[in-house]
């Protein structure tokens, strides 16, 4: 049957929508096929008629129950065969896609990638007569991606073995995403790739500061009563207390987060699409592939993880193509649980300086001086003008030219060498004489003071915008320390200038104090510690507390030891974790990897440990003899590890553990160490 009969009579649709033709017909020649089309375009069609229209079994892989559940009942609404095998399956469902693939009467069968791993999977899929693969949500593929599932790396192989050809649709991956989409299931080589815009001109866009976040959250859903709404929050207990408060607001509100029975969250899933007004208050865990047309509004309790994260979950309002709205709220500490999510990460270095400039991305978005979908496009790529539907269009911005004050900023980071973040600069610009800034001398600096004008608060709210323009990031190997980028350099030497909004400095005030558990300065040494100590703990499966507590990680953080002997005065650092982990914890602290002989290693912490020590600088003194023309001659580490132990208080004794040669050229001098011991 022809494909413009298929959408008729099948589908419903007299035409294509923009961009969906192309593509339709690339996946129905065979081609392998990677299409970025924005959420609500009209994507799963551009599987489901080439599916039809072709011969064979197409494979949907798919990353959520829901999201299946979903397209299957809308397919067989339309009289399409389709299935699904999930773990969310009863018996009879299950009976019933074997019977459906058994009688040829399934057309799309949908599946997890998890099913992946099951060896028995590609002989029933060759057997079934499979003859494409199709990929939704192919963002998942990205191994450091905000949405990564790890069974999606199968999905290459699977290509490969089936010998088909494969077509990948997300609605959200930069330039380094498509790259690794490409690397991962293409094996490199370049498919077809359609890139349709990303704007949804239908979406109205919103900031703001929290002042009060669950008050903003309800005037927000107040002014929308009665329509569908999601809220997404960062945490589960927050999704709980949110969704009591919208009900006791008078709105029909749910939460829904990964920690609820999976009974339970089928319920909520199911509630919310067959219910009208109905506010799901969620984490991210839900609304992939939820595919509601009606979602009028999306809320941010907190501040979403990246611009590609922030895309999608906006992305679930509105795709009737009827006006929806957004509001995302952010403050100083969504920004500052972001950055440890990352410093608490196991990426590798280069990955976390990455994801810190994605989140600068983000930054720049929310404190952006115009347009916001001018910003939000800009990031992917696309060039647009003012929309006149965002809340910077609605009332503009006020704004200043801050250039003194930025080049203040990157003068105070460049004097101290890069290597404090933004409490100790704000400290050194507001002229702040804390016992850090006296025991470095940093008194004493030019730009000491130089930034009274401004408040503390003031000050951070500058830093903020500062890396909202990418023009410094943390030093994930500095723990935070704030280095400039390149961008920074031309306004430090006076070659450009840079405007930030005034607006968001006169409303910055300290607010109310938070419960931390260390220092801003501290706090990112405390998430390169918990780093480590999850890598140990995932190579010995052993929960993380059993390698160190939080608190004593939070001690070494304050107390930074530079050498073993501290590390052991550090609570809960044994003998023998001090062994085992000592040194690995010493390389996060002072940045080196740092080499002990296993015979000082034991001493460490003790008094012993002292007494080596001296022994050790006397034998170096006296290697060469008195008069340093001698033949070079040392005790082993072993032997400078008994006397120090033992502590003998005669020639006699100190001659029995080195023997009388040794004993010879360094037992005077030895003996005199032990005495003052």
């Not at 809320?299 to 309002?317: F, M």
């Not at 280069?350 to 994605?358: I, N, P, S, T």
Request: proline residues 5%; aromatic residues 6%.
């Amino acid at each position: 049957m022809p494909a413009a009969t298929l959408l008729r009579d099948v589908f419903g649709f007299d035409a294509y929508r923009p961009g969906q033709a192309e593509i339709v017909e690339a996946v129905m020649a065979g081609r392998n096929t990677l299409a970025i089309m924005p959420t609500g375009g009209g994507k799963s069609l551009c599987f489901q008629l080439p599916a039809l229209a072709r011969d064979g079994v197409t494979v949907v892989i798919s990353p959520l129950i829901a999201l299946m559940r979903d397209q299957v009942r809308g397919l067989h609404e339309a009289g399409v065969g389709a299935g699904a095998l999930t773990s969310g399956n009863t018996e009879e469902e299950t009976d019933a896609v074997w019977e459906g693939l058994a009688a040829g009467r399934i057309k799309l069968l949908y599946m997890a990638p998890e099913r992946l791993a099951n060896p028995a999977t590609l002989g029933m899929l060759r057997r079934v007569g499979a003859s494409l693969i199709a990929v939704d949500e192919a963002h998942c593929v990205s191994q450091w991606g905000h949405d990564f599932r790890p069974d999606y790396l199968r999905i290459g192989d699977l290509r490969r073995a089936l010998g088909v050809p494969l077509a990948a649709f997300t609605a959200t991956a930069d330039a380094e995403t498509r790259d690794e989409i490409v690397a991962r299931l293409f094996d490199g080589v370049a498919p077809a790739i359609f890139l349709r815009g990303f704007d949804r001109p239908n979406i109205h866009l919103a900031f703001a500061v929290k002042d009060g976040p669950r008050e903003q959250i309800l005037r927000f859903a107040a002014a929308r009563k009665g329509q569908s709404g999601i809220v997404y929050c960062g945490t589960r207990a927050k999704t709980e207390t949110l969704a009591q408060a919208l009900r006791e607001a008078g709105h029909a509100a749910l939460h829904y987060h990964g920690g609820m029975e999976a009974e339970d969250r089928r319920i909520a899933e199911t509630r919310f699409q067959r219910e009208d007004g109905l506010i799901v208050v969620a984490t991210v865990a839900f609304g992939m592939g939820i595919d509601k047309p009606d979602i009028r509004w999306v809320a941010h309790a907190d501040l979403p993880k990246s611009i590609e994260a922030y895309y999608q979950e906006i992305g679930r309002a509105g795709r009737d193509g009827a006006p929806a709205e957004t509001l995302t709220l952010y403050g100083p500490d969504d920004i500052r649980y972001r950055r440890q999510q990352i410093d608490e990460g196991v990426a590798p270095r280069e990955r976390k300086d990455a994801d810190h400039g994605r989140l600068n991305a983000l930054l720049g978005l929310a404190e952006a001086l115009s347009c916001r979908r001018v910003t939000l496009l800009g990031y992917f790529g696309e060039t647009a003008g003012p929309c006149g539907h965002c809340d910077l269009c609605d009332s503009p911005a006020e704004v200043f030219d801050a250039t003194t004050p930025v080049r203040m900023a990157l003068s105070a980071a460049l004097r101290t060498e890069e290597w404090f973040g933004a409490g100790h600069l704000i400290d050194i610009l507001t002229g702040t004489l804390t016992d850090k800034v006296r025991a470095r001398g940093h008194d004493a600096l030019p730009t000491f003071g130089v930034g009274r004008d401004h408040s503390k608060a003031q000050w951070q709210a500058l830093f903020r915008q500062m890396m909202g323009h990418d023009l410094m990031r943390p030093d994930p190997d500095r723990h935070g320390a704030l280095r400039m980028t390149d961008k920074a350099r031309p306004i430090l030497r006076g070659e450009a200038q840079i405007t930030l909004r005034r607006d968001i400095l006169r409303a910055a005030r300290s607010g109310p104090r938070v419960h931390v558990l260390v220092g801003e300065e501290d706090a990112p040494l405390l998430s390169a510690l918990k780093a480590k100590r999850r890598a140990l703990a995932e190579a010995a499966q052993v929960p993380a507390y059993i390698i160190f507590t939080d608190k004593t990680l939070i001690e070494m953080a304050q107390a930074r030891p530079r050498t073993l002997d501290a590390m052991a005065r550090i609570g809960g650092v044994g003998a023998k974790k001090l062994e085992s982990y000592g040194r690995e914890f010493l390389a996060v602290i002072t940045g080196a990897e740092v080499t002990v002989h296993p015979a000082r290693r034991k001493l460490a912490g003790r008094d012993e440990g002292t007494v080596y020590d001296r022994l050790l600088a006397v034998q170096a003194e006296l290697m060469r003899g008195d008069d340093g023309t001698g033949k070079p001659m040392t005790c082993t580490a072993a032997q400078i590890a008994r006397l120090a132990q033992a502590r003998p208080g005669d020639i006699a004794g100190i001659t029995r553990a080195i023997g009388e040669r040794h004993a010879a050229r360094f037992g005077a001098a030895f003996l005199d160490v032990l005495r003052q011991a």
